[in-house]
């Protein structure tokens, strides 16, 4: 496919990594040209100079010829104004807008009603809170992601030196009663990334991934020694931004104490009025004295949201160390994941990784109903509708030859039905079926999965 990019910033970069190596012809208009210069050096991509609201610049780059465009410069209005033009010069491609302001639901009415298509708009900061409500009250726990309208379930966490299951085989796992309702799916151990068979030992340092159902949710953190909660007293937020607002917002709601650290003294009286219940502090809370002055080691969870990932993970190693239990990083830099996690930070949220699995949802389209990005970019969840003559549709589990690093994680039937999938569940045409892949074996998965689908309706290889 011919995808067109309005802007070349470091998510337009990491989206667009990752389709070269899907094999999409690329298009880049970034106005720096210093920026310019740098993707040129880093993507096999026809990157041009020039601003995304200019009509002849889109001309000159063929935009008409676009299949998808994805609009994700920095700034909200230059991303409207690019749809626009694409609506004009491109009306049947695919259209992707990234938007940051909070009135992003607004907008999505208002161009509906306007009549401009726009498939798609992107505001990972919404996803980001709700990453974040999820996993405060169960602290040994990374990250709880929905698939299948909820039904399925999977979270994240590390395995501890002294943990139960360290050394078992994930064998052995399932064998012991209470492990049937529960199957690991994915393990990150160093720089890898496994989808592992039955015979695979959990060794501690593994960051581990794990499905179940809904309903199972809770016995099976409990069988994992995950201890929830009660609730949530008191958090400490640092950065003041639409996702720290929005945070505290979400927070105020369950009556939770909040302390915001924001440096900037006008938003500071924004935020003010904006959180009756929040205490915001106008000061830089990435500092340890001010952390101790403000008595952080008795919070029950420590959230650093600033643009500066650096800050975000010093301050977060701080509360740490001050003996708060959960903390959460933003990071925005990929590459600080896998190091945040070696420090002993289990959680953290990426906008980035959410914009780009927005985009993969929509451009493969025929029977992929949800991407989840894990890790980095190393392997994926991907969730798929089986359509009848699926090779894969009415043949039980173990019958399966799946790509090398592949499985099936849940399946979830159309009556309501769900089951994590061992060697006997058999799949069935019309059933969703949560799928664990490396990422150099995606595509081959959804090809095998979705061939039926593909000889009957428009889907890119």
């Known amino acids: 496919m011919r995808i067109h990019f309005a802007g070349g910033g470091h998510c337009a970069e990491y989206i667009a990594r990752r389709l070269i190596?899907?094999?999409?012809?690329l298009v880049l208009l970034e106005i720096s040209e210093q920026r310019c210069r740098e993707l040129q050096e880093a993507l096999d991509a026809h990157v041009v100079p020039g601003s995304a609201a200019s009509i002849a610049r889109w001309k000159a780059t063929g935009l008409d010829q676009a299949d998808v465009f994805i609009a994700c410069t920095r700034s909200d209005e230059v991303n409207l104004a690019a749809c626009l033009i694409a609506n004009e010069l491109?009306?049947?491609?695919?259209?992707?807008?990234?938007?940051?302001?909070?009135?992003?639901?607004?907008?999505?009415r208002m161009l509906e009603s306007l009549k401009v298509r726009v498939d798609r708009i992107v505001h990972p900061e919404s996803d980001v809170v709700g990453r974040i409500l999820r996993v405060l009250t169960v602290p040994g726990v990374s990250d709880v992601r929905d698939f299948a309208e909820g039904r399925v379930k999977l979270f994240s966490m590390n395995v501890e030196v002294g943990a139960w299951f360290a050394g078992r085989s994930l064998q052995?796992?399932?064998?012991?009663?209470?492990?049937?309702?529960?199957?690991?799916c994915v393990i990150f151990r160093g720089t890898s990334a496994l989808v592992p068979l039955g015979d695979e030992r959990l060794l501690p340092g593994d960051h581990i991934y794990v499905i179940?159902?809904?309903e199972a949710l809770e016995q099976?953190?409990?069988?994992m020694g995950v201890v929830r909660r009660e609730r949530i007293r008191q958090v400490f937020i640092v950065g003041g931004g639409e996702v720290g607002l929005e945070l505290a917002r979400s927070l105020e709601k369950q009556k939770v104490s909040i302390k915001l650290f924001e440096h900037d003294s006008e938003r500071c009286q924004l935020l003010a009025a904006e959180l009756p219940d929040t205490v915001v502090v106008n000061t830089d809370g990435t500092d340890q004295e001010i952390l101790l002055r403000e008595n952080a080691e008795a919070a029950d969870a420590f959230i650093s949201l600033t643009e500066n990932d650096d800050a975000n993970l010093i301050a977060c190693l701080l509360a740490r160390r001050l003996g708060v239990n959960k903390v959460v990083p933003l990071l925005n830099r990929l590459n600080y994941l896998p190091l945040a996690q070696r420090l002993g930070i289990n959680t953290s949220?990426?906008?980035?990784v959410k914009a780009a699995d927005a985009v993969f949802e929509l451009i493969r389209k025929g029977g992929v109903v949800s991407v989840r990005t894990l890790g980095e970019e190393a392997a994926e969840a991907i969730e798929l509708q089986v359509p009848e003559?699926?090779?894969?549709?009415?043949?039980?589990?173990?019958?399966?030859?799946?790509?090398?690093?592949?499985?099936?994680?849940?399946?979830?039937?159309?009556d309501g039905e769900v089951l994590v999938a061992d060697g006997s569940s058999v799949i069935h045409a019309g059933d969703r079926v949560v799928f664990f892949a490396q990422e150099q074996v995606v595509q081959r998965l959804e090809s095998e999965v979705l061939a039926q689908a593909r000889r009957s309706k428009w889907l890119p290889l």
């Open 21 to 25: 190596r899907e094999g999409h012809s």
């Open 212 to 214: 179940t159902t809904a």
């Open 90 to 108: 491109a009306p049947s491609a695919v259209k992707v807008v990234r938007l940051r302001t909070p009135e992003f639901e607004s907008w999505e």
């Open 389 to 414: 003559g699926s090779r894969y549709a009415e043949r039980p589990v173990s019958e399966i030859d799946f790509p090398p690093g592949a499985k099936a994680g849940a399946i979830a039937r159309p």
């Open 172 to 184: 052995e796992l399932g064998q012991t009663p209470g492990g049937e309702q529960i199957r690991v």
């Open 349 to 352: 949220v990426s906008p980035r």
């Open 220 to 223: 099976a953190l409990a069988f």
